[in-house]
Nanobody
Framework: VQLQASGGGLVQAGGSVRLSCAAS????????MGWFRQSPGKEREFVAG????????NYADFVKGRFTISRDSAMNTVYLQMNSLKAEDTAVYYC?????????????WGQGTLVTVSS
């Protein structure tokens, strides 16, 4: 499975950006997908996840109500809509894939896309 993230850039605080993750590979449409982020000097942290069918989602507390994860199964693409951005959302955002929604052990990783929020 190959994952290609895109959509990062520079945005002002309070603004919005949408990240995309294109998945390819024989089983990509059957995978749970997620977004993680890593800020300078911090460990990588979970942001949001979505099940294979899109019927289940979960979010880190610090993004609830601001970020929305979705997927277009026909396009094998997962999105992260990020609204009301804060300076502390500045990070490299990674998309990842897991074989199982309940375990959410992410086995496949994309290369990351940088989001910089200016205050």
């Amino acid at each position: 499975v190959q994952l290609q993230a895109s959509g990062g850039g520079l945005v002002q605080a309070g603004g919005s950006v949408r990240l995309s993750c294109a998945a390819s590979g024989r089983t990509s449409s059957s995978l749970t997908m997620g977004w993680f982020r890593q800020s300078p000097g911090k460990e990588r942290e979970f942001v949001a996840g979505i099940s294979r069918t899109g019927s289940d989602t979960n979010y880190a507390d610090f993004v609830k109500g601001r970020f929305t994860i979705s997927r277009d199964s026909a396009m094998n693409t997962v999105y992260l809509q990020m609204n009301s951005l804060k300076a502390e959302d500045t990070a490299v955002y990674y998309c990842a894939a897991a074989s199982n929604w309940f375990a959410q052990i992410y086995e496949y990783w994309g290369q990351g896309t940088l989001v910089t929020v200016s205050s």
